[in-house]
């Protein structure tokens, strides 16, 4: 069975910092690729950031050079670690994972979702 369950949202003043943490329990399932995507009031979700199993990551534009993205397979933990945040950061940052199944075959989990809310 697989789970994702995110952790360290919260409020936080403008200029600061967060970092987030996605536990991907995921058995025996391979992970393939793992991300984070944000949902603002009134906006439809979209991503943020992506690492693959290789290490190499991705970027949106609007988060470029103040987010990191990470893993930790030893702990089968993604962190998105968030610097200058702005209010226009504030959302619902959802993890997002691709894992393979014994079988070869790949789905995609999420998790439930933590509130970020930067205050001005």
């Known amino acids: 069975q697989v789970q994702l369950g995110e952790s360290g949202g919260g409020l936080v003043q403008a200029g600061g910092s967060r970092r987030l943490s996605c536990l991907v329990s995921?058995?025996?399932?391979?992970?393939?690729?793992s991300g984070w995507y944000r949902q603002a009031p009134g906006k439809q979700r979209e991503l943020g950031a992506v690492?693959?199993?290789?290490?190499?990551?991705n970027y949106a534009d609007s988060v470029k050079g103040r987010f990191t993205i990470s893993g930790d397979n030893a702990k089968n933990t993604v962190y998105l670690q968030m610097n200058s945040l702005t209010p226009e950061d504030t959302a619902v940052y959802y993890c997002n994972a691709a894992l393979v199944s014994p079988q070869g075959f790949t789905s995609t989990y999420w998790g439930q979702g933590t509130q970020v809310t930067v205050s001005s």
């Open positions: 690492i693959r199993s290789g290490g190499s990551s």
């Open positions: 995921r058995s025996t399932f391979r992970s393939n690729l």
